[in-house]
């Protein structure tokens, strides 16, 4: 356990700063996990509308720091290929 104020305050940060992640993460994965559950309905319409939110949500993902910039561009590429995908059949 820490003994000094300012590792005491690093401390309540950090678990600020994990929950704050966390959260965001999660939020990722589950906007991503209901735009597959779409994907596989088959509803061309409703794949378009979702993919624009999708796509913010890991930008914002990118900028906070809980995706890197890469990963982000990669999760990105495969949703609009599987989109594409999806439409042409």
Known sequence: MAHHKSALKRVRQTIKRT?????????LRTVI????????????????EAYPGVQKNID???TKG?????????????LALSMAKTASS
């Open 19 to 27: 929950a704050q992640n966390r959260s965001l993460r999660s939020d």
């Open 66 to 78: 809980i995706l890197h910039k890469r990963t982000g561009s990669r999760y990105k590429s495969r």
């Open 60 to 62: 914002k993902a990118v």
């Open 33 to 48: 996990k209901k735009f597959r559950l779409i994907l596989d309905g088959g509803n061309i319409e409703q794949v378009q």
